[in-house]
Nanobody
Framework: QVQLVESGGGLVQAGGSLRLSCRAS????????MGWFRQTPGKEREFVGA???????YYADSVKGRFTISRDNAKSTLYLQMNSLKPEDTAVYYC??????????????????WGQGTQVTVFS
């Protein structure tokens, strides 16, 4: 059974940075697309970004230029470096593993396994 465990969330002042990690276990990591989503109360889960098995990356317009996704296949770990954080980035952040190598990266239904989420709170 695939398990994804996020870490690195916390409380940060606007303009600051955080780095989220997502450790995968129980299945193949390197050949699947991986994604980051976020969700605030009362809203739908929102695409943040994704990375292909060949490290091609995609970002939501709202985070482009501020967030960077990377992966370390040797460690089965996905990262999300978040810089220049804004209060509107406050959310629970989830990592997810795609159903295969090539997917519709922005669609929730493209992902098969999800982590439990980690809270990111940005205060002004």
């Amino acid at each position: 059974q695939v398990q994804l465990v996020e870490s690195g969330g916390g409380l940060v002042q606007a303009g600051g940075s955080l780095r989220l990690s997502c450790r995968a276990s129980g299945g193949t990591f390197s050949t699947y697309a991986m994604g980051w989503f976020r969700q605030t109360p009362g809203k739908e889960r929102e695409f943040v970004g994704a990375i292909r098995w060949d490290v091609g990356v995609y970002y939501a317009d709202s985070v482009k230029g501020r967030f960077t996704i990377s992966r370390d296949n040797a460690k089965s770990t996905l990262y999300l470096q978040m810089n220049s954080l804004k209060p509107e980035d406050t959310a629970v952040y989830y990592c997810a593993r795609g159903r295969n190598a090539y997917i519709a990266y922005g669609q929730i239904s493209s992902y098969e396994y999800w982590g439990q989420g980690t809270q990111v709170t940005v205060f002004s």
